[in-house]
């Protein structure tokens, strides 16, 4: 596996196998590719997460001390791993995760830049909810948010080169990446 100087995170261009930096050795984890949408096709490839998590959201209040209804579910996230601002990171990684389409065996292509470790990808994840949360209508005060991952795994995305940026394979989003 080849690497840059700051990846944590690694695809195999042989066998696709995923691996993480672990404290003393690679440490495998399961990997899998997300297919392009009919009519894009992947130029190159850039590490993600795929994580199912428990999310569970209560204690809602709004501003005037009201209790509104939380909610709990099991939801797919699909969070890029790769160095993104946080403005592309987010709706990408939003993008991402309603779409988050068939899945295939990782490429036997390049798929390097692997930065963000799964305990960050669910701080992402918190952070998602919570602005989600935000958002609703209801003059939101305070939330507690928890976030149990189930399973997880290293997952190659697919991008195409559009001008100076990338456009996903999946969801069309353009965004500012290398």
Known sequence: MTAGPHDIIFLCRHCGSGA??????????ESTALLPVPGR?????????????????????GIGGRVTPGWSSLRKFIIPAFSLDLQDLTPLARALSSAAGTTREVPKEPCQGGTLDLVDALVFIRYLIVGAEVERPDDL???????????????????????ERLRC???GTIIRGK
């Open 20 to 29: 993480v930096l672990g404290d003393t050795e690679l440490e495998l984890v």
């Open 41 to 61: 096709r992947a130029m190159l490839w850039r590490p993600g997460w795929s994580i199912e998590a428990d999310v569970v959201v209560d204690d809602r209040r």
């Open 141 to 163: 005060a305070t939330v507690r948010v928890e976030i149990s991952a189930v399973n997880h795994r290293i997952v190659a995305l697919p991008f195409q080169k559009h001008d």
């Open 169 to 171: 394979a999946v969801t």
